[in-house]
Antibody, heavy 122, light 105 residues
Framework: EVQLVESGGGLVQPGGSLRLSCAAS????????MTWVRQAPGKGLEWVASIKQDGSETYYADSVEGRFTISRDNAKNSLYLQMNSLRVEDTAVYYC???????????????WGQGTMVSVSS | DIQMTQFPSSVSASVGDRVTITCRAS??????SAWYQQKPGKAPKLLIYAASTLQSGVPSRFSASASGTHFTLTISSLQPEDFATYYC?????????FGGGTKVE
């Protein structure tokens, strides 16, 4: 059974940092692109960042470019999101998600974690 | 960037109704699109990809189509478990973008 379990969310002050993790199981993690998507309270979905199977390519939303870093450790079946210089508007539930294509890129996501809440407030 | 304008933002419907949701893209990009269903407090669920392909396990009452910059999701006969929010997404290029969502209530 495919499982994605996020962790690392919490309350942080503006300007602070947080590192999210996503533990994957039930599939060959290193064969799939992975993505972070977020959802602010009561709002819609927003794509945040994506990373290629070997980590050689990464893409970011303009809203997080230069502040967030997506990375992965295939040996540990884990995806990460390092979030620096956090802003109030980064407050959201952060989901990790698996691309539906094994070894190929679809840019749609068939498995999602349960999400982890990040609150940025003074 | 490709913008996805989704409408209506909400629709009131009853069990058994046919429900149609539309997304209009800011430019043509072929069939690289998807639809998701999200229930409160839950992660989104992939319903449709490649504009009209049903994801495994999704009931056949869900269907979708694409024509030019218009993408449509149809629920042929609304069931109690279908009351949720639906999102379209363009999967053509980064930055990936979603429509604003349609709440079926």
């Amino acid at each position: 059974e495919v499982q994605l379990v996020e962790s690392g969310g919490g309350l942080v002050q503006p300007g602070g940092s947080l590192r999210l993790s996503c533990a994957a199981s039930g599939f060959t993690f290193g064969r799939f692109w992975m993505t972070w998507v977020r959802q602010a309270p009561g709002k819609g979905l927003e794509w945040v960042a994506s990373i290629k199977q070997d980590g050689s390519e990464t893409y970011y939303a303009d809203s997080v470019e230069g502040r967030f870093t997506i990375s992965r450790d295939n040996a540990k079946n884990s995806l990460y999101l390092q979030m620096n210089s956090l802003r109030v508007e980064d407050t959201a539930v952060y989901y990790c998600a698996r691309d539906r294509g094994e070894e190929e890129l679809w840019l749609v996501w068939d498995y999602w974690g349960q999400g982890t809440m990040v609150s940025v407030s003074s | 960037d490709i913008q996805m304008t989704q409408f209506p933002s909400s629709v009131s419907a009853s069990v058994g109704d046919r429900v149609t949701i539309t997304c209009r893209a800011s430019q043509e990009f072929g069939r690289w699109s998807a639809w998701y269903q999200q229930k409160p407090g839950k992660a989104p669920k992939l319903l449709i990809y490649a504009a009209s392909t049903l994801q495994s396990g999704v009931p056949s009452r869900f269907s979708a189509s694409a024509s030019g910059t218009h993408f449509t999701l149809t629920i042929s006969s609304l069931q109690p478990e279908d009351f949720a929010t639906y999102y379209c997404q363009q999967a053509k290029s980064f930055p990936l973008t979603f429509g604003g969502g349609t709440k079926v209530e």
